[in-house]
């Protein structure tokens, strides 16, 4: 059984300490929040984690990885609300959160309406939203589908004023189409994405790619029924950025 190292994550108003306890000796590392390309949380039945990739040359992304057990994640959230509001724009806490622009995700996924609402911060103001539910290949129908594979778990994507959230399922059984365990959270500053591209693939696909400053892409695939919806969501991305 593999034991996680001892970590210690301090949050200041401009940027973090963390101290890596190894078996000789204790590494210190700290980054500006500014520095900061995206940071991932997830919650995937008992197993969470929180990672935060910095800006870094291309050959060498830096990051920071956080494991613990899903009944910590009180412990976590109050830090997560801590780094955004410095990370990504001043949000006040007594504005509501906007959810009128997400209700129709509720009609199609309300495990991920939820998810999407309790992205947001305070006062943040939703231009866009992108949602896609899971992608099923059949493999043996008999008469009704017995056995299929997931391609791509079901996603969403927030634009907002100043960051792009992605929100997809977690891991779940690569063979079962019912089984949806926990979720997992990509919080990207605008100010990080490098550039954004639409291509097809071999299964008759559309994939998102984000490239991103440190030299990551992350993609997302969609149907090819949303292409119109995909096309104006990444130009709404491209004029927010510009």
Not at 93 to 105: A, C, M, R
Not at 123 to 143: C, D, K, N, T
Not at 210 to 225: A, H, M, P, Q, W
Request: aromatic residues 8%; hydrophobic residues 40%.
């Amino acid at each position: 059984m593999s034991v996680e190292r001892e970590q210690v994550i301090c949050a200041f108003p401009d940027k973090l300490y963390v101290l890596s306890n190894h078996s000789d000796h204790i590494d210190m590392q700290s980054v500006a929040y500014s520095k900061i390309a995206y940071m991932q949380h997830a919650s995937v039945l008992l197993k969470s984690w929180l990672k935060l990739m910095f800006v870094e040359p291309v050959s060498s992304p830096g990051q920071v990885v956080f494991r613990y057990n899903s009944a910590s994640e009180c412990c976590f959230r109050p830090l997560l609300k801590l780094m955004r509001p410095n990370c990504y724009g001043q949000h006040s806490p007594d504005v509501h959160i906007e959810t009128q622009s997400l209700q129709y995700i509720g009609q199609l996924d309300y495990k991920m309406y939820n998810y999407a609402v309790s992205s947001l911060l305070p006062g943040q103001q939703v231009r866009s939203s992108l949602f896609q539910s899971a992608v099923q290949q059949e493999l043996i129908r008999l008469p009704r589908p017995i056995l299929s594979r997931t391609i791509s778990p079901a996603h969403l994507a927030i634009l907002t004023d100043d960051e792009l959230v992605l929100v997809s399922d977690g891991e779940h059984a690569k063979w079962h189409s019912h089984r949806r365990y926990g979720g997992i959270w990509t919080i990207i500053p605008l100010s990080k994405i490098d550039n954004i591209a639409v291509v097809g693939d071999s299964k008759g696909l559309l994939i998102v790619k984000y490239e991103l400053v440190n030299g990551e892409t992350l993609s997302r695939k969609f149907r090819i029924d949303n292409q119109a919806e995909v096309v104006q969501f990444t130009q709404e991305i491209t004029s927010l950025r510009n």
